[in-house]
């Protein structure tokens, strides 16, 4: 039973986590509100709440933009979600289903399918990437630690983008193989294991 506010505001998150946006981007209120189907009013209290969680920015002109980082800020950001989301990992290995290491294997293949193309398809990868990770948490069984992990993809969603598309080597030479050993420690209920795999994901960035 969600608003028509609700399902826009949960449209724009996608696109910020998912990496489909980037720093600095402006978001136009009417092609957003053309692109979902909706009226602007909806679109505009979803950029407000976005604007809230600190997920977008109110320029001085009134443009709405994704925010810049400083470095400082990307590295609070970096720690914090080293911590968080390496808690999520060990939970996970602790409490997975098998249907829920069926789910990571299928996407850390696809994510690995990318890193050993010549020529990898970064957007593709960058969605692999994020769904191998919500895979992984969702297992931990947690929706409040769910929702806080959400709130820290809003911010490192699009600098996440940022770092594909300028590196996508980095696919390749990293990424992959730092997925298959967050899979591994879940695979072997090593919650430690997991929650250092995770944390150092996170950090190569």
Same mark, same amino acid.
């Given at each position: 039973? =969600? ?9 724009? &998150? ?26 602007? +009013?909806?679109?505009?209290?979803? %950029?407000?709440r976005? %604007? &809230?969680d600190?997920?977008?920015? %109110?320029? #001085? !002109?009134?443009?709405? =933009? ?14 914090? *979600?080293? +911590? ?7 939970? &996970?290995a ?9 789910? +990571? ?14 020529? #990898?398809? /970064?957007?593709?990868?960058? *969605? ?7 895979? %992984?948490?969702?297992?931990? *069984?947690? #929706? +409040? ?12 969603? #699009?600098?996440? !983008? ?5 590196n ?9 193989? =730092?997925?298959?050993? /967050? ?9 430690? &294991?997991? =929650? ?10």
């Amino acid at each position: 039973h =969600r608003t028509l506010g609700d399902k826009a505001y949960l449209q724009l &998150a996608e696109l910020l986590t998912s990496g489909h946006l980037s720093p600095g981007d402006r978001i136009s209120l009417r092609r957003a509100a053309d692109s979902f189907g909706v009226s602007i +009013m909806p679109v505009r209290g979803a %950029v407000s709440r976005l %604007v &809230a969680d600190g997920a977008l920015e %109110v320029e #001085p !002109n009134r443009a709405i =933009r994704v925010p810049h980082l400083t470095a400082e800020r990307f590295r609070d950001l970096t720690r914090v *979600r080293g +911590m968080i989301e390496g808690t999520a990992a060990a939970e &996970a290995a602790l409490l997975h289903t098998d249907e829920d290491l069926a789910e +990571m294997r299928a996407l850390e293949a696809e994510f690995r399918r990318q890193g050993e193309s010549p020529t #990898p398809d /970064v957007a593709a990868a960058v *969605r692999a990437n994020k769904e191998f990770h919500f895979a %992984v948490y969702r297992a931990a *069984r947690s #929706p +409040m630690l769910l929702d806080v992990i959400r709130g820290l993809w809003l911010k490192a969603g #699009p600098i996440i !983008n940022v770092d594909s598309r300028s590196n996508p080597s980095h696919i390749a030479l990293g990424g992959a193989k =730092r997925h298959a050993f /967050v899979l591994d420690a879940v695979e072997r209920r090593d919650p430690e &294991a997991a =929650r250092c795999a995770l944390a150092a994901d996170i950090e190569s960035t």
